[in-house]
């Protein structure tokens, strides 16, 4: 059996990941977000709230039985609040670091320390973006956390080369997709977001990815991981 931890399974890219996965009856797939509505025979809902850091630290990985693949996608994410430092919510700006980030590297840790001993294929697959390489004015908790990602991403991975029995590590942007977190671009504040027209335009135009789409391209590199050699890059780049 191949185990997915994914995390945000209850919509967009996530939900997708999920969805396209339990289509193999040998594939298991643990979802973890606030809200679940997947029901599959190969499906464990794990109700955790991300921003809560502990619920985070309370969440175990479980032992397996005959593992053949494990794989921990790091999906769950946050825009925030879409406006520009000195104007933003302080909740908004720890939530979004804690769900963004915190999580993402308290469960990498627990992952690679609860299956060290495992000899099989191993593989983390953190969903990164585009706004983790530029800055996107009125997103900068959002870019920040981004950046974070890909740089924890390409150091794990790294150490990883020296492990006995190691970790693949990626850090993979998926494009513009459209999701709920689109939507909620699209309903920030022109005045706080100086790209909104361009993100409205996106989807009146029909630009956006869909998320099956995207879900269908996470799939084969995590089944061809002898033609995804680098740790970070994005979608578009894959064909
Ligand atoms: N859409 C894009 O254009 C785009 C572009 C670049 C990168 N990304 C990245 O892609 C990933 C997926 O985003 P999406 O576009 O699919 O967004 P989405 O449709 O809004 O889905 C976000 C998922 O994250 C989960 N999540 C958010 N906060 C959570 C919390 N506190 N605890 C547990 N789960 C939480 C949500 O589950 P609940 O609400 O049920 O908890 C939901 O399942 C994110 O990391 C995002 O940054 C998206």
């Keep these: 059996m191949n185990y997915y931890f994914i ?4 919509s967009g890219i996530g939900q997708a990941l999920a969805t396209e996965l339990l289509k193999n009856e040998n594939n298991h ?12 025979v190969n499906f464990t809902p794990v109700v955790l709230n991300l921003a809560n850091i ?19 996608i790091n999906n769950a994410g946050q825009i ?16 979004l670091f804690t769900v963004n980030v915190t999580s993402v590297a308290i469960f990498m840790n627990k992952f690679i320390s609860n299956y060290a001993s495992l000899p099989v294929a191993k593989t983390i697959l953190n969903v990164s ?9 009125g997103w900068a908790t959002y870019c920040g956390s981004k950046a974070a990602v890909d740089l924890l991403s390409l150091t794990t991975f790294t150490e990883q080369q020296r492990a006995l029995n190691p970790v693949m590590v990626y850090s993979i942007a998926p494009g513009v997709v459209d999701t709920e977190m689109q939507a909620s671009i699209r309903a920030s504040n022109e005045k706080d977001f100086s790209k909104h027209k361009h993100f409205v335009d996106l989807k009146a135009n029909n630009e956006l990815t869909s998320p099956l789409e995207v879900a269908d391209k996470y799939i084969m590199i995590l089944n061809q991981p ?13 064909k």
């Design 29 to 40: 797939v643990f979802g973890i977000s606030r809200r679940q509505n997947l029901m599959d």
């Design 7 to 10: 995390t945000g399974t209850s």
């Design 54 to 72: 502990e619920e985070v630290n309370g969440f175990h990985f479980p032992k397996l039985e005959n593992p053949e693949k494990v794989v921990l």
């Design 80 to 95: 925030g609040d879409i406006k520009p430092i000195g104007d933003s919510d302080n909740k908004a700006i720890a939530d």
């Design 226 to 238: 002898e033609n995804f050699k680098a740790c970070i890059f994005s979608l578009r780049d894959v």
């Design 129 to 137: 973006s585009g706004a983790g390489k530029n800055p996107i004015e």
